[in-house]
C-alpha cells in the first residue's frame, strides 16, 4: 500500500490557527481547542492512506486542480493528491456553511 506525505500549506495553517483561536478565545474553551486540534491531526495522518476516499470539494469544479474534502465536524479539509511526489497537499479549511474558496 502506497504511503502518502501530508504538506500543509500556509494558508491552511492560518485557517486552523484562526479555528483554534475562535474555540479557545472566542467560545472560551482552552481544553476544547486541544482536543479539536488532536482530532484533526488525527483525520489529516489518516489521509497518508488511501486519501482518494473522500469526495470531490465543490471547489473542484471552479480549479486546475483535483480538490477533495475531508469533512471533520462542520469543517471541510480541501486537499489535492499529488501523484509525482506521493503527497496530499492540505490547501485550505473553510467551515462547511461557507461559501466555497477560489483554489488556483
Same mark, same amino acid.
Request: overall charge neutral; some cysteine.
Given at each position: +500500500?502506497?504511503?502518502?506525505?501530508?504538506?500543509?500549506?500556509?494558508?491552511? &495553517?492560518?485557517?486552523? *490557527?484562526?479555528?483554534? @483561536?475562535?474555540?479557545? =478565545?472566542?467560545?472560551?474553551?482552552? #481544553?476544547?481547542?486541544?482536543?479539536?486540534?488532536?482530532?484533526? #491531526? =488525527?483525520?489529516? %495522518?489518516?489521509?497518508?492512506? +488511501?486519501?482518494? $476516499? /473522500?469526495?470531490?470539494?465543490? *471547489?473542484?469544479?471552479?480549479?486546475? #486542480?483535483?480538490?477533495?474534502?475531508?469533512?471533520?465536524?462542520?469543517?471541510? &479539509?480541501? %486537499? /489535492?493528491?499529488?501523484? =509525482?511526489?506521493?503527497?496530499?497537499?492540505? #490547501?485550505?479549511? $473553510? @467551515?462547511?456553511?461557507?461559501?466555497?474558496?477560489?483554489?488556483?
Amino acid at each position: +500500500m502506497k504511503i502518502y506525505r501530508i504538506i500543509l500549506s500556509d494558508d491552511a &495553517f492560518d485557517d486552523i *490557527e484562526h479555528i483554534l @483561536h475562535y474555540i479557545a =478565545k472566542d467560545q472560551g474553551s482552552p #481544553l476544547n481547542a486541544e482536543r479539536w486540534c488532536k482530532k484533526v #491531526l =488525527k483525520e489529516i %495522518y489518516s489521509l497518508e492512506k +488511501m486519501p482518494e $476516499r /473522500c469526495p470531490y470539494a465543490p *471547489e473542484n469544479n471552479e480549479s486546475d #486542480l483535483t480538490i477533495r474534502m475531508l469533512r471533520i465536524d462542520s469543517c471541510l &479539509f480541501l %486537499y /489535492c493528491i499529488v501523484e =509525482k511526489t506521493n503527497t496530499v497537499e492540505i #490547501l485550505r479549511v $473553510r @467551515h462547511g456553511s461557507r461559501q466555497p474558496y477560489r483554489i488556483d
